[in-house]
């Protein structure tokens, strides 16, 4: 009677509507949000630290590449990411070049650049400190045009001239030669940056990306790509780093007992699964 | 707050509910949103790409650079895509695109991510990267039909899948962390931003009202 009842629990588990699957998520991500619980990020991974630190020891006004490819869908993940080593490029007096390898990616540099530098184009540092060259085609044809010719574009994103930039003056070789890191945020596996910045140029390539993207990024790591952040946690250890907690790090506790929940329900499914095995399925 | 930004909000806002709303059953809230948002996505695309193409080949115009209206004219043989007649006019800016794609790419990639990856996995320094030179050729031998597989071939095999089962399992993991950021930064944005949260009741109530009619329905 009892194996007859825990048999019929874990069938009931086995047919649940997946809906109610949704619905448990939903709560569980979202009362953290609402509620936040303070949990600790934990140990700051070395991906993380290997970015920060390389960041950290450039002299100052070394030249980054900040490539944007976050689409709205990913940039729930790098935005915060970018915006948090954007605060640890400026205090540490390096020059940004920003570039867009993706339609939708421009008005992200825009909200970065407001956030960050509280001004855009229209920053009094802005030509001498920052650059944005905007959207450019092609991807990986445009960032090897722009890594073989700075002024490849020969304007930036508002239409200005890039040659009687400041920013370029004391540029030796204005090309990727110049450039002491490029960094990558986006969905991608940064593969095509390593292969058009790195290995021809000798520039390392950092990045922060989704996630789901990650395991690609370690065969590149940490001979071609010295650091990166994976996902919303790489992002939250970043904002750590740089002591601004901000919107990766609120959502820290959320993305925890979100996995909780759902670990838990893999290890019922599993149960569930084995326990009904040898039961023959169908009615009839 | 402007007007535009308070429609913008909610116009944002409505469209996040339509699209979740697809977690209960396709709905005709879910279709406006993802039809609206597919289209908006491809008119929003097509506009950075004219004004960056523009961007580009202006200053060059200028310059009177005569030879740049050729990219112009080659540009506008895309076109002919929608003739039946001419398609075959469409294939020349494609090959031309593609080639210089796959050129940039294979030219690069042999040291990338052939070369350079047989030489960083061949250098081991510790006990992780010794594990991933076992990984890389036990899960090699897995894919290696040559010769029938017995004995020690047999034996890497099994030990190649369970790297691979790893693998695999590594990728479901940050899958799975990667759609619940994206929750989160939804969720946030409808929760914190004003005037966004006013529609979750108004999505909750046409959930409870669908949920009903569709109960009612049934009986």
């Known amino acids: 009677m009892g194996t007859k009842s825990s048999r019929s629990l874990y069938e009931t588990l086995q047919n649940m509507d997946v809906r109610y699957v949704y619905l448990v998520v939903l709560l569980v991500v979202s009362l953290p949000i609402l509620y936040p619980l303070g949990l600790p990020v934990g140990t700051i991974s070395k991906e993380t630290l290997g970015l920060y630190n390389y960041i950290d020891e450039l002299p100052p006004r070394s030249v980054i590449l900040l490539i944007a490819d976050q689409s709205p869908a990913a940039a729930a993940e790098c935005q915060p990411g970018m915006i948090a080593n954007m605060y640890h490029i400026i205090a540490k007096g390096h020059r940004i070049l920003f570039y867009a390898s993706r339609t939708d990616a421009p008005p992200f540099i825009e909200d970065a650049m407001k956030q960050v530098l509280g001004r855009s184009s229209d920053h009094p540092d802005y030509g001498k400190l920052y650059v944005n060259l905007g959207f450019i085609p092609q991807t990986e044809v445009g960032l090897a045009g722009l890594a073989a010719d700075v002024f490849f574009t020969t304007t930036d994103a508002y239409g200005n001239d890039l040659r009687s930039m400041e920013f370029f003056q004391d540029l030796p070789n204005k090309n990727a030669r110049d450039w002491k890191l490029a960094i990558y945020y986006g969905a991608s596996a940064l593969d095509w940056v390593v292969r058009q910045v790195t290995d021809p140029y000798g520039c390392p390539t950092g990045g922060g990306v989704a996630a789901v993207l990650s395991s690609r990024v370690y065969p590149y790591y940490p001979h071609s790509v010295i650091g990166f952040l994976t996902g919303l946690r790489g992002s939250a250890e970043y904002e750590i780093l740089v002591r601004r907690p901000g919107e990766a790090a609120a959502g820290m506790d959320a993305q925890s007992l979100g996995h909780l929940a759902i670990i838990i329900m893999i290890v019922l499914g599993n149960i569930g699964y084995y326990a009904s095995r040898g039961k023959p399925r169908g009615g009839a | ?219």
């Not at chain 2, 469209?15 to 005709?28: A, D, Q, R, V």
Request: hydrophobic share 55%; aromatic share 16%.
């Open chain 2, 1 to 219: 707050m402007a007007l535009t930004d308070t429609m913008t909000v909610l116009l944002a806002a409505a469209i996040t509910l339509g699209l979740f709303s697809y977690l209960w059953k396709e709905n005709l809230a879910f279709r406006i949103a993802e039809h609206a948002y597919v289209g908006a996505a491809a008119g929003y695309g097509a506009l950075i790409l004219a004004e960056s193409a523009w961007r580009l080949l202006s200053p060059q115009l200028a310059k009177g650079l005569w030879y740049w209206y050729l990219t112009v004219l080659l540009g506008l043989v895309y076109l002919f895509f929608f003739s039946g007649e001419y398609f075959w006019l469409y294939r020349y800016p494609t090959a031309i695109v593609i080639g210089a794609d796959i050129g940039t790419f294979v030219a690069r990639s042999i040291k990338t991510q052939f070369l350079e990856q047989i030489r960083a996995t061949t250098i081991v320094t510790n006990v992780n990267e010794a594990i991933v030179v076992i990984g890389v050729i036990t899960g090699l031998f897995y894919f290696y039909s040559t010769m029938e597989r017995k004995g020690v071939l047999e034996g890497a095999a099994k030990v190649g899948i369970y790297f691979l089962m790893a693998g695999f399992g590594a990728s479901f993991g940050v899958t799975v962390m990667a759609r619940v950021s994206l929750l989160i930064g939804r969720l946030r944005f409808l929760y914190f931003t004003d005037p966004a949260y006013y529609l979750i009741p108004v999505a909750i109530i046409l959930l409870i009202i669908g949920i009903f009619m569709e109960r009612s329905k049934k009986t």
